[in-house]
C-alpha cells in the first residue's frame, strides 16, 4: 500500500521541482541577456532569439514534466478501489 503514497508524493515533487528548476533557469536567462543587452545593445536583436529559443527548450522540460506526472496519476486507484485493498490489507474485509 505504500506504493501508492510513494506514487503520489513522487508526482507532486517532480512536477514541483521541475517548476522550480525551470522558473529558476529562465530567470537566470533571463538576467544573462538582460546583462548582455546592457553591455552591448547593438547585439540586442540576436541575444533575444538566442533568449526565446533557450527558454522554449527549458519549458519543454518543465511541459514533459507535467505529462509525465499526469501519467503516473492514471497509475493511482480510485478511492472505492483503494478503500477496498484498505479493508484487504487490514483484514475487515
Not at 39 to 49: C, F, S, V, Y
Not at 55 to 78: D, N
Amino acid at each position: 500500500m505504500i506504493y501508492f503514497g510513494l506514487t503520489g508524493l513522487g508526482i507532486c515533487l517532480g512536477i514541483g521541482l521541475a517548476a522550480l528548476g525551470g522558473g529558476a533557469g529562465i530567470g537566470r536567462a533571463v538576467s544573462s541577456a538582460l546583462d548582455g543587452t546592457a553591455r552591448q545593445p547593438e547585439a540586442a536583436g540576436n541575444l533575444r532569439t538566442t533568449l526565446i529559443i533557450g527558454a522554449a527548450l527549458i519549458e519543454s522540460l518543465t511541459i514533459y514534466a507535467l505529462v509525465i506526472g499526469i501519467l503516473l496519476l492514471g497509475k493511482l486507484p480510485t478511492i472505492e478501489k483503494a478503500v477496498e485493498l484498505f479493508k484487504i490489507v487490514g483484514g475487515n474485509g
